[in-house]
């Protein structure tokens, strides 16, 4: 099953760690599971900016056109999986420095598991209340960075004071590749490719 450790990353993270490093159940699966769970946030985002409408302050609430909104989900969607593959290839790539040899597969399962956290605040976007998003955005992050620094040592199979400061690279390439998305995202605002309000 796609889902068999969502749970555990969050009930007891170190020993669905160890599971994930003695199965490697491949990479067919790691995908599918992010592929499943980024879904959450564009679906979630596109529904309450349609639906709902987002409160930023006092006010109205602001709502976007469902053609706009669609725009926008998609290319959310993209984003966060061409940004858990970026983020195993980095894995990778940094892997020789630190005295681990994984395959891009494994690579991949800890970029895919890392992220769930991060994919899982997609449902704080049901209360489309900027602050309430903000807070629950942080948290996720946070439990998404202890992911990666319990899950690198065990997946890598390094010692752990090496595993932290592999992670801590980990992490760093993470804010590069956030860092080059709200760019990509200010670019494209700039051409005229932007929201689209309702009036």
């Known amino acids: 099953m796609i889902l068999s450790h969502l749970i555990g990353l969050y009930t007891h993270p170190k020993k669905e760690w160890k599971t994930i490093g003695e199965r490697h159940e491949g990479a067919s699966h790691s995908i599918g599971h992010a592929l499943l769970l980024a879904l959450i946030p564009p679906v979630c985002a596109y529904y309450s900016s349609v639906n709902i409408g987002w409160k930023i302050g006092v006010g109205e609430p602001i709502f976007l056109t469902a053609q706009s909104a669609l725009f926008i989900a998609s290319a959310m969607y993209l984003a966060l999986i061409g940004g858990v593959c970026a983020l195993a290839y980095l894995t990778l790539w940094m892997s020789r420095t630190f005295g681990s040899a994984p395959t891009y597969t494994q ?36 439990y998404s960075v202890y992911l990666l620094y319990t899950g690198v040592p065990i997946l890598m199979e390094i010692p752990e004071e090496r595993g932290f400061i592999y992670a801590s690279s980990v992490v ?20 005229g490719i932007g929201p689209v309000f309702t009036h």
């Open 172 to 191: 760093t390439c993470g804010l590069v590749l956030l860092v080059a998305i709200l760019a990509s995202s200010v670019i494209l605002w700039n051409v």
């Open 107 to 142: 690579c991949l399962e800890l970029a895919a598991y890392t992220a769930t956290p991060i994919f899982m605040v997609g449902l704080a976007t049901l209360y489309p209340v900027v602050w309430f998003v903000m807070i629950v955005g942080l948290i996720g992050i946070a």
